[in-house]
């Protein structure tokens, strides 16, 4: 059993993995960058960005040994509950769209295919209105 790492350079500001492994662990966490490389939402990154300031700057604060606000942050972890952009220009997130409150009342096992086919024709009229 070995500790091994994949080798990493960092050029103009990007990570890029060498196809390399080598002993021993990372010098660093690269997860941010392995998100962008990934595709995740532009929001997701930034909200990790924001949680991994905030532990980096916990960190330094509390000296060795210190758990800091690291603690406090990490009940403030949703990362997946990024922004959510609003459909309907400008209507607030607590306020379901037509196609929400109609997809909500649906009872999908109850549908015939040719019910189905017809809601899914009205619904999408629906999200053009909106």
């Known amino acids: 059993l ?4 994949m080798r990493v350079k960092e050029w ?4 890029v993995f060498l196809h390399e492994v080598g002993p021993g662990a990372a010098d ?3 997860g941010i960058q ?3 490389l990934a ?5 997701v990154i930034a909200r990790a960005e924001v949680v991994l300031a905030g532990l980096e700057e ?3 604060n509390s000296g060795p040994g210190g758990s800091g606000g690291a603690a406090r942050l990490a009940d403030d972890l949703p990362l997946f509950a990024a922004i959510r952009p609003t459909a309907g220009g400008g209507r607030g997130a607590g306020a ?3 196609v929400e409150t109609a997809l909500a009342d649906i ?4 549908l015939s295919p040719r019910e189905a086919l017809d809601l899914i024709y009205q619904l999408k009229a629906a999200a053009e209105e909106d």
């Open 2 to 5: 070995a500790n091994v790492t």
């Open 12 to 15: 103009q500001g990007d990570v």
């Open 28 to 30: 660093r966490s690269y």
């Open 34 to 36: 392995v998100a962008k």
């Open 39 to 43: 595709g995740l939402p532009d929001a």
């Open 58 to 60: 916990s960190e330094a």
């Open 96 to 98: 379901p769209s037509a």
């Open 107 to 110: 009872l999908p096992d109850s």
